[in-house]
């Protein structure tokens, strides 16, 4: 009896029983079923698929596997078993306040539902977030007793001793604390292919100035900006920061640039040239601008002082190269405008003589407003940056 199959359907036959025996025919049953062939490959990885799916199921036995550093010196890697244990992170959901030079403790526990028992060895990670939302800045991991700090964090960061407590410590101790410490932070426990994390908020307590140099007003480029907050002895200010001195008074109608690289300015009493008479008081913003063609001014960012402003003076005035050397002579440096606001806010100074600042400006700070020492208001009183003059000094001295 003849076969009813075509050549074609035998070579789809072959191929399919026996994935890649490869059948015999003729060169002109070959060119026929050429179109067939070439659907050969796509037909075996079809029935592959179909196998993997049908037939094989992937393992599992209820139980995580992670390679874990130790701390014995060995150089020598354990396993660790995690048998499912929910891992519950949590920080403090309140700010966390500090101030510059002091030491700080940014709260952070885990524990395990149903509980563990003893500790296991996990791995700790903080890191910071950054104003721009750009990836977080590492702050420190620690692994059992092994703990690596990075960056302006070396030697400045650990994880607290723990106490007798149902809750695990993670908690980040910080010293001498920095005005760009300021800012949330992520506390992260890892446990094999557990992974949870929860923020901490750490607020400086400062105080926000606007400032312009000596070439006046919008000059500043965003590095620039940078540069001119920091030799004022402070940095750039973010929004919070911002917003928090708006909310206590501030009131300023040029914009200035923000940490995060926007320009906004603070309005208390809407007015014509400063976004109309019709806007709410609030922050008007610019948005981001860009970082080398824009120019503004800027909002600095003070914090409390490890040291004490005090005023020098003699009876015919000082240049500004006698100042200088006067706040030598006793022992100190000029001041900066920085400083000189934190003195005005945080130690109450208050005097109602002008005095030279380390950027060449006049200033002087009132805390009682009074006759014949300017506004209202309490605030820092500015002379601009006169050429010529002779006036006292403001030095800075660290106790």
């Not at 059948?23 to 026929?32: D, E």
């Not at 799916?53 to 596997?65: I, K, L, Q, R, V």
């Amino acid at each position: 009896m003849e076969s009813d199959w075509h050549p074609c359907q035998a070579v789809l036959a072959f191929s399919w029983l026996f994935g890649g025996v490869t059948a015999v025919l003729s060169p002109s049953a070959a060119q026929a079923c050429f179109p067939v062939m070439l659907l050969l490959p796509l037909l075996l990885k079809a029935t592959l698929l179909h196998l993997a799916s049908g037939f094989y199921h992937p393992f599992h036995n209820g139980f995580y596997y992670n390679h874990i550093m130790n701390d014995n010196g060995d150089e020598q890697d354990k396993v660790d078993y995690f048998s499912g244990s929910k891992l519950v992170v949590e920080a403090s959901k309140d700010p966390v306040y500090s101030y510059n030079g002091a030491n700080v403790t940014l709260p952070c526990h885990y524990r395990y539902e149903p509980d563990q028992g003893p500790k296991r060895k996990i791995r700790i990670k903080w890191s910071k977030l950054r104003d721009d939302y750009t990836k977080e800045q590492d702050v420190m991991v620690a692994i059992g007793k092994t703990n690596v700090a990075f960056g302006d964090f070396k030697g400045r960061a650990h994880i607290r001793q723990a106490g007798e407590t149902s809750w695990h410590e993670a908690s980040l101790v910080i010293s001498d604390v920095r005005l760009k410490d300021d800012g949330k932070y992520r506390c992260e426990v890892i446990d094999g292919l557990e992974d949870e994390s929860d923020i901490v908020d750490l607020r400086l307590q400062g105080i926000v100035f606007p400032y312009q140099p000596p070439r006046g007003q919008y000059r500043l480029n965003f590095h620039e900006a940078e540069q001119a907050c920091q030799d004022q002895g402070a940095i750039l200010a973010n929004f919070n920061q911002l917003f928090q001195a708006w909310s206590e008074g501030l009131d300023w109608c040029n914009a200035g640039w923000l940490a995060d690289g926007t320009v906004q300015y603070p309005i208390r009493l809407p007015r014509k040239p400063c976004g109309g008479v019709h806007l709410a008081p609030g922050i008007r913003s610019y948005g981001p601008r860009h970082r080398h063609l824009h120019r503004f001014d800027a909002f600095c960012f003070s914090s409390a002082l490890r040291g004490e402003v005090f005023y020098l003076d003699r009876l015919a005035g000082m240049t500004l190269e006698e100042a200088k050397q006067s706040c030598q002579d006793a022992g100190a440096e000029i001041a900066r405008v920085g400083q000189l606001y934190s003195a005005w806010k945080f130690a109450g100074l208050d005097r109602c003589s002008a005095g030279w600042l380390a950027d060449g400006s006049v200033r002087y700070p009132i805390v009682t407003p009074r006759a014949n020492c300017g506004p209202a208001e309490p605030g820092v009183r500015s002379f601009g940056f006169p050429r010529k003059g002779r006036f006292g000094v403001f030095c800075y001295r660290e106790r």
